[in-house]
């Protein structure tokens, strides 16, 4: 007996999980087919968000387009191409305009923001950091073909060229051209592939 109520449970999850899946695939302003998810992700206000075919992510993906701060008022755009893999723990936060390009690839543990809470004047550094306005230098863009390491960090306003490799737990401040590897704290071309 305690068999069968154990399955009628898992078989009542799962069938949650799948109208809650139904609904979500409704909400996003484009999405493509053979969307797959793993357990325990999160879509803040996926109606700024245009996702190509044959989208993967693992557990615990959090994506976010924030669109409202306190008194700030934001028109995120998230963009992810097709073919695009997350691994786990993944965190995307967005307020100005986060592109992901075709066939990329992503580690686990990767930060991604276009923005910060304040910045590092006198007058943002006396004030407490959940009071700080949020602020973004620029856009991110990632181009096609990008691997991108294990704990990675990208911050705003940085372009990563096609067929770029970013090494594990690098921090991405500037702009990394087509082609190379980049590693380090900020990260720094390392190799030119070809």
Known sequence: MKKLI???????????????????????????????????????NPQYMEIGNDF??????????????????????????????????IHIGCINSITIGDNCL??????????NHGDTTEQMIKMSPMLRPLISKGPIVIKNNVWIGEGVAIMDNVSIGDNSIIAA??????NIPPNCVAAGIPAKVIKVIC
């Open 6 to 44: 154990l399955n009628l449970f898992i078989r009542l999850l799962e069938f949650k999980k799948k109208v809650e899946l139904v609904k979500l695939k409704e909400r996003f302003k484009n999405l493509g087919s053979n969307f797959k998810l793993k357990k325990d992700f999160t879509f803040y």
């Open 56 to 89: 993967k992510a693992g557990e615990r993906f959090r994506i976010e387009a924030i669109d409202r701060f306190g008194d700030q008022k934001f028109i995120p755009v998230i963009k992810i191409g097709n073919n695009v893999n997350f691994n786990t723990d």
């Open 106 to 115: 992503f580690a686990s543990r990767i930060f991604i923001s276009d923005h």
């Open 169 to 174: 737990n690098a921090v991405v401040t500037k």
